[in-house]
């Protein structure tokens, strides 16, 4: 079991004694997040293979049967294999080839080093790379993917979920040791050392496994480690907060917070954004290429995402109902011009109308459900960055938002049309006004701040329902329009406007509500909700539900108009 790290500490120690210490550089990296290493242990599927391989797509090729990917029967009969990962030294020595190739001034020296391949020669590397082993036999254990885009963006049935197995529990950090050496009389101790930054540079900016760009096989080195980024490539770090009823992995029962979650939410963002300005077919390839496919075909995407946990995760609250509590760090790299003008303005009106994960089309709330039980409900949730104080030239910790003015959303918006059309201007054509889908744009959806509710009902410190008594002190205007049961309206659980997530043939919500802590000073509210009602291709003046509900809108007191349709009053 132990055999792996063994081989490594008698290679050292055989280069120690041989006066040869310089040759063998060996230190451990830990895997923060699970490393994706198959997706179905049977052969007629899918060979499990090693943590650093391709694994290939997820849905079953033609004759091969789907009941073998039941999530549930796994859980019950394979919720972890009698298999010990690893990460094999051809992995690392592919990822340090791959890191290299996109720094020219390298890549001479990599062939050098690391040898190569063209049609007439072989030519041998002077460094070998060593598999690395955890520092404890750490078993195969059993993950999901959920697709979730034809559910939440196109409101279609819900997919099934489907099996993998990871390196990795998504809880625990996992020590791995890294080592090469230099060949005996064909390297030297500076080439090794070489090689060995290159190592410490590839491994930390792209992690191990498949599905790295999603969040998978995140390494961390070392907390005084420099990372430098591709070339062209910039990075940006929020720190987050999420407050949330939950969220699940491969067993609904326990809560799991995961970077899956996280891309989820960025690629549904993208393609409601991209649906606004392109064609259906124009924008699903436009995501492929910036987040990646994996069918018909597989395809690499350039925006990469990582999430980094902090102090506080998965803290249960203190009193009832309960919900949960999450802190730490997402990351989101890829080259500069997409990150900075059409990626962040993207997040910067996500986070200021939903959450993340389970429930994020409500702010966190108390329900009663049918039973009479109390339950919490639909998430809270917080981007911060830093930004350099002009002044004090000291760095500031700001929210990531944009403030409650109608001319900063419509500015925002067209500064980001104009990106997309400089960036792709031979697929920008008319706005999809009837399309039957959640389109971002300022003729498909409608965006207002609401009154309430008058204190933020969750005390952030402990965390705990701040001596909520019932469930309607927990929520604003927008919820109890939600909520409100007026025949024949009756949004609540309404397909076409609040949908009906609970059991069965589950609909989503075409709307959208978040709690944001700025005071409504005509109603006198220290909260307000920002509503996101998203047309889904039905006029604004149309008899649909969804345009009585924007007319129920339009009509609340102290409701202001922030992006997107308006409609004629109430006939």
Not at 15 to 44: E, M, N, Y
């Amino acid at each position: 079991m132990y055999s792996g790290n063994r081989l490594i500490e008698l290679l050292e120690l055989q280069h120690q004694q041989r006066s040869q210490s310089g040759l063998f550089k060996k230190d451990t990296f830990t895997i923060q997040w699970r490393a994706k290493v198959g997706s179905f242990p049977h052969p007629d599927v899918e060979t499990i293979v090693s943590a650093g391989e391709p694994c290939g797509a997820w849905q079953p090729k033609q004759g091969r049967p789907e009941d073998k990917r039941n999530v549930n029967e796994n859980w019950e009969r394979l919720r972890v294999l009698p298999l010990n990962g690893y990460i094999p030294g051809a992995s690392i020595r592919g990822l340090v080839r791959a890191w290299a190739k996109k720094r020219p001034e390298i890549l001479p020296r990599m062939y050098e080093l690391l040898g190569y391949q063209n049609n007439d020669t072989i030519t041998a590397g002077k460094i070998e790379f060593l598999d690395a082993w955890p520092d404890e036999p750490t078993k195969l254990t059993l993950d999901i993917v959920n697709p979730q885009q034809e559910f939440q963006v196109y409101h279609q049935g819900q997919s099934k979920p489907l099996s993998l197995y990871t390196l990795g529990d998504g809880e625990d950090d996992i020590p791995v040791t890294v080592a090469i050496r230099g060949i005996p009389g064909r390297a030297t101790d500076a080439e090794v050392s070489e090689v060995w930054e290159w190592v410490q540079q590839a491994l930390s900016l792209y992690g191990v496994g498949s599905r790295t760009a999603s969040g998978y096989g995140t390494l961390k080195f070392s907390n005084s480690f420099k990372l430098t980024s591709d070339p062209n490539y910039g990075v940006k770090q929020f720190d987050f907060s999420l407050y949330s009823q939950g969220n699940a992995g491969p067993n609904i029962r326990t809560m799991e917070l995961r970077p899956s979650h996280w891309r989820g939410w960025l690629r549904s963002w993208i393609l409601r954004f991209l649906l606004g300005v392109m064609s259906q077919k124009d924008a699903e390839k436009t995501v492929g290429e910036l987040l990646g496919t994996l069918e018909p075909e597989s395809r690499k995407g350039f925006v990469r995402l990582q999430m980094l946990k902090g102090s506080a995760w998965g803290d249960r609250s203190t009193d009832q109902p309960n919900f949960y509590a999450w802190k730490g760090k997402v990351q989101i790299s890829a080259p500069n011009d997409i990150l900075n003008k059409i990626i962040l303005p993207i997040i910067r009106f996500a986070v200021m109308v939903g959450g993340v994960g389970r429930g994020w089309r409500r702010p966190l709330h108390i329900f009663h459900m049918n039973n009479g039980n109390a339950a919490a409900r639909g998430t809270l949730l917080t981007l911060t960055h830093k930004l350099r104080n002009q002044t004090t030239q000291q760095w500031e910790t700001k929210l990531y938002s944009l403030p409650l003015d109608a001319a900063a959303w419509t500015k925002a918006y067209d500064n980001w049309l104009s990106a997309v059309q400089s960036q792709w201007s031979d697929r920008v054509t008319a706005e999809n006004h009837n399309i039957s889908a959640e389109v971002f744009s300022p003729s498909t959806c409608a965006i207002y701040a609401v009154p309430g509710p008058d204190k933020e009902p969750i005390e952030r410190r402990e965390p705990c329902w701040q001596r909520m008594q019932n469930a309607e002190a927990s929520r604003g205007d927008g919820m109890y329009l939600i909520y409100q049961e007026k025949s024949p309206r009756n949004y609540k659980r309404n397909p076409d406007i609040g949908g009906n997530a609970g059991a069965g043939n589950a609909h989503c919500s075409w709307v959208s509500i978040k709690r944001v802590n700025i005071p409504n000073k005509q109603e006198e509210t220290d909260c307000q909700e920002i509503i996101c009602l998203f047309m889904g291709g039905q006029t604004p003046n149309s008899n649909h539900l969804r345009s009585h509900f924007l007319r129920d809108l339009n009509k609340m007191t102290g409701a202001v108009h922030l992006f997107g349709v308006q409609s004629a009053s109430e006939n």
